[in-house]
């Protein structure tokens, strides 16, 4: 029984006409971008999580595995982000794509890369629909640095504000 089914499948099995052939599987190919980034991955590393001008988000995909961390970290001055950096640990997909948000968050303000979303990182990269989720990761690392960071900024300014309160009802 199942050497038919196998036989069947491949076309072999009689009956059928001589000029059908087995479907030939192609194997997927990853677009130049994304080759490009998993091999040559830009601002891979991290900074110190206890800076209060760093924001870090971590994400991860039950489904595939794929785990990520983000970190911006803030310059005090012009509000803008200054540097960023990642780890993955997952498929070329999420790498490439992590890589590519690392790129496009320098420079910007935390409004700014709040912005940036799911389906312009996977046109950018060409990434097929099963991989989609990949991109979506990088969003959702942005948006959870961001909050990280947002949070830090906020308790710390309310912890400096605090002593000032107590010293000004002495």
């Not at 199942?2 to 990853?30: D, H, M, N």
């Not at 830009?42 to 970190?71: E, H, I, W, Y």
């Not at 912005?115 to 950018?124: L, Q, R, S, V």
């Amino acid at each position: 029984m199942l050497r038919f089914a196998s036989k069947r499948l491949l076309g072999l099995a009689t009956g059928e006409a001589a000029s059908s052939r087995p479907v030939q599987i192609l194997p997927r190919l990853y677009h130049e971008n994304v080759i490009d980034h998993y091999n040559n991955p830009r601002n891979v590393g991290s900074f110190d999580k206890n800076d209060p001008n760093v924001g870090t988000g971590l994400v991860g995909a039950p489904a595939c595995g794929d785990v990520m961390k983000l970190q911006i970290k803030i310059d005090e001055k012009s509000g803008k982000i200054m540097d960023a950096c990642f780890k993955t640990f997952g498929c070329g997909s999420a790498i490439a794509s992590s890589s590519v948000a690392t790129e496009w968050v320098k420079g910007k303000s935390t409004e700014e890369v709040l912005t940036i979303k799911n389906t312009e990182i996977a046109k950018h990269l060409s990434l097929p629909p099963v991989k989609l989720h990949c991109s979506m990761l990088a969003e959702d690392a942005i948006k959870a640095a961001v909050k990280d960071v947002e949070a830090k900024r906020a308790k710390l300014n309310g912890s400096e504000a605090a002593p000032a309160d107590k010293a000004a009802d002495a």
